[in-house]
Structures are given as C-alpha cells and as structure tokens.
C-alpha cells in the first residue's frame, strides 16, 4: 500500500472533498484507511449503568484509497507516489519535487 500510518492526505472526492487530515490507520486487506476528523459516522450508545446517560459518539469510517492523495511534506502539494530502488531499499518519492516522502 503506498499510503501509510501518519501520512497527511487530501481527500479528492466524496462527502470531505477537499479536507486534509492525518492517516490513523491503514487497512490493508480492503484497500482502505481511517483518517483522523474526516468522514465521522455517529454512534448512539446506550447507558451502560443505572444513573449513567447515553450518548451519540463520532467516530471515523473507512475511506478508500482511491479517494484520497497525499501531500507531499517538502512541497506541500497533493500529489502521486513513485518508488525508486536506493541501496537495495524501496523509497516513496514525490511525482512533482521528486523528494524523498
């Protein structure tokens, strides 16, 4: 998956079109991830002890990959991934500065 934990995303379609958050998780089986404030879905929960009020509790829903494209740190552009070989190492790079991401 090119996208990972603690990326800065921007999401490009959808309810958030045009948001940007923080990558919380990524779920990689179903090609999706959950993103920090962005497409909340609310919860009713119910009390769990006598004198205890219930409460409505937003939490994110997963977003698919194919919404969503980072932003590079160096230029702070939306931008795609490329991969380069360094060192016997596989390294993400920036399509539009060509930095290291």
Do not use: W
């Not at 993103?35 to 119910?46: D, Q, R, T, Y």
């Not at 969503?68 to 702070?76: A, D, N, Q, R």
């Amino acid at each position: 998956m090119k996208f990972k934990k603690g990326d800065k995303v921007l999401i490009i379609s959808g309810k958030d079109k045009g948001r940007t958050g923080k990558i919380i998780k990524s779920l990689l089986r179903e090609g999706t991830v959950l993103v920090e404030g962005i497409n909340l879905k609310k919860k009713h929960v119910k009390a769990k002890k006598q004198g205890e009020k219930g409460q409505v509790v937003s939490s994110p829903s997963p977003l698919n990959i194919s919404n969503i494209k980072i932003i590079c740190p160096k230029c702070g552009k939306a931008t795609r991934i490329a991969y380069n070989m360094e060192k016997g190492e596989k390294n993400r790079i920036c399509k539009k500065c060509k930095s290291k991401i």
